[in-house]
């Protein structure tokens, strides 16, 4: 009988360990998000979502364009700085 609680022990140890390294994966990531967001890195998640439901007859941009889209727009169209 010993021996059955510590192996459901073990195996509530297990689950708590998944648990806690999702939830700092989680943080990691929202983290991440939040630096890119608080320097004008744009949110592609958020935008595929978007596209997917306000757009969904057209394809949303890949990666790379969204980025260079997104930079266009921000900094100007000719490579050069453009403040407002």
Known sequence: MLKSSSSSTTTGGADLLCACR???????????????????????????????????????????AFFRLHEARRFGEGGGFRCC
């Open 22 to 64: 999702d939830t700092l994966v989680r943080w990691g990531k929202d983290a991440r998000r939040t630096a890119g967001l608080m320097i004008g890195q744009p949110d592609y998640d958020a935008y595929v979502a978007h596209a997917a439901v306000t757009h969904p007859d057209q394809a949303p941009l890949d990666r790379t």
